[in-house]
């Protein structure tokens, strides 16, 4: 079976360094004159399926915005991340899940069992109750050539409170994520399966990289204010492995089809001159 980071590696190659982010807030819908309801939903996620999802390398849905809408959110999100993957893009699913035991396998089966009508190509995950309790989801995505993405230096202001605190050992638990990280893709080529999420607004992180070997999403470019030159600061020497996320920036220029092509080449040529 071929792994994420096999798969990643080739679209990225294919289709170039881009992810988008699909983030149907209130304030999106209004801005494409959607209505905040179940039909303004799937208005939005089908326009930008059929805008992207053949040419991005990676189509990231934010599950909150369409759990939002409860059971019928719940269908156009599995709708979603079908039709995207038969398009030829990957899925990352934004869910920042987190548990201990057999809550967190069942978050894993939810989103990584092939079965499951809400499988993805990789999830998000928090790593807050210990990156040990996150094996559940380590296990299922190796077994299911699926990946993980793991939150490690976040832009929130509140983030560095608890990322960057100091643990017995004398680093920071933000360092104690990626080395546990690194860890697990030794030895992958061309990448590792697991990955790190590290905002692109950060700057200068104090933090080595270095010995990840996986991909690195980099939410926060465009709206959020960084922009492509800023992820050689923020990532260094191990830039080259940098997916850089835009949300707001691309889908903006919605609704038309022809419009949220053109800034998602836009951002995807910024990102290839940036990353090199």
Not at 9 to 14: L, M, S
Not at 159 to 185: C, R, Y
């Amino acid at each position: 079976m071929e792994t994420f980071g096999r798969r990643l590696y080739d679209v990225i190659e294919k289709r170039g360094p881009l992810c988008v982010g699909i983030d149907p807030h209130p304030g999106l819908l209004a801005r494409w004159g959607l209505s905040d309801d179940v039909a303004g939903l799937e208005r939005f996620a089908r326009t930008v399926v059929e805008a992207l999802a053949d040419r991005v390398a990676v189509l990231k849905p934010q599950s909150a915005f369409f759990e939002r809408y409860g059971s019928q959110g719940i269908g156009i999100l599995e709708s979603t991340i079908r039709q995207s993957r038969e398009a030829g893009a990957l899925v990352l699913l934004d869910v920042k899940r987190g548990d201990i035991g057999s809550t967190m396998a069942a978050y894993a089966s939810a989103y990584l069992d092939p079965a499951s009508s809400l499988s993805a190509d990789a999830i998000t995950v928090s790593p807050y109750l210990g990156v040990g309790s996150l094996e559940p989801a380590f296990d299922l995505a190796a077994a299911n050539g699926a990946g993980i993405f793991v939150l490690a230096l976040t832009s929130n202001p509140e983030g560095p409170a608890v990322q960057h605190a100091v643990t017995a050992s004398g680093k920071t638990v933000a360092q104690t994520v990626i080395d546990e990280i690194s860890q697990l893709n030794k030895g992958a080529e061309p990448l590792g399966s697991f990955g790190l999420v590290v905002g692109a607004t950060i700057g200068d992180t104090g933090h080595d990289l270095s010995e990840v070997n996986g991909p690195l999403l980099a939410p926060g470019l465009g709206a959020q204010g960084a922009t492509p030159a800023d992820l050689r600061t923020v990532f260094g020497k191990s830039v080259r492995n940098v997916l850089p996320s835009y949300s707001r920036e691309v889908l903006a220029a919605g609704p038309s089809v022809a419009e949220l092509r053109a800034a998602a080449e836009r951002a995807t040529q910024d990102c290839r001159l940036a990353l090199g």
